[in-house]
């Protein structure tokens, strides 16, 4: 099916042997000193390396704030865990483009309820139409 079993959550993902290297190498790469964590600083360019984007401060302050108050910076395995919780979100919204693009046969960015229809009378022949004109609202 198109979600998760809990919803319309991502599913919980697990790294490749290779991707988790990788990732160690970036936070090797980004701690400035050999410290042993990562700055503010060295967590967004850690993220610009992984995910090709620089974190708004929103961000950055998000993650600097669920480390312990008593750390200088984020640990490896904290770093670890953010970094596949980024990924899985990612791989989640790829998921749902996907399926909208399917949805979406005429290629102009939106759903129209004809659409919708279409897509879930193939998907879902049995779900009414009241059903569907829900879930379209």
């Known amino acids: 099916m198109f979600f998760s079993e809990a919803g319309a959550r991502p599913r919980t ?3 490749s042997p290779s991707e988790r290297k990788k990732w160690v190498e970036v936070f090797k790469a980004c701690d400035e000193d050999d410290k042993g964590y990562l700055s503010r ?3 967004k360019v850690a993220v610009v390396m992984l995910f090709g984007y ?5 961000e950055a302050d998000s993650v600097m704030s669920s480390v312990n108050p008593n750390a200088s910076g984020l640990s490896l395995e904290e770093f670890l865990s953010i970094v596949r919780k980024k990924k899985e979100v990612q791989l989640y919204r790829n998921e749902i483009r996907h399926i909208f693009t399917a949805f979406d046969r005429h290629y102009r960015g939106y759903l129209t309820l004809e659409d919708f229809k279409k ?3 193939q998907v879902a022949p049995k779900l009414s139409e009241r059903t569907v004109l829900e879930v379209f609202r």
Do not use: R
Request: aromatic share 22%; glycine share 0%; charged share 45%.
């Open 41 to 43: 600083e060295d967590f």
């Open 119 to 121: 897509a879930f009378k």
């Open 54 to 58: 620089k974190p708004t401060k929103i």
């Open 13 to 15: 993902w697990e790294a």
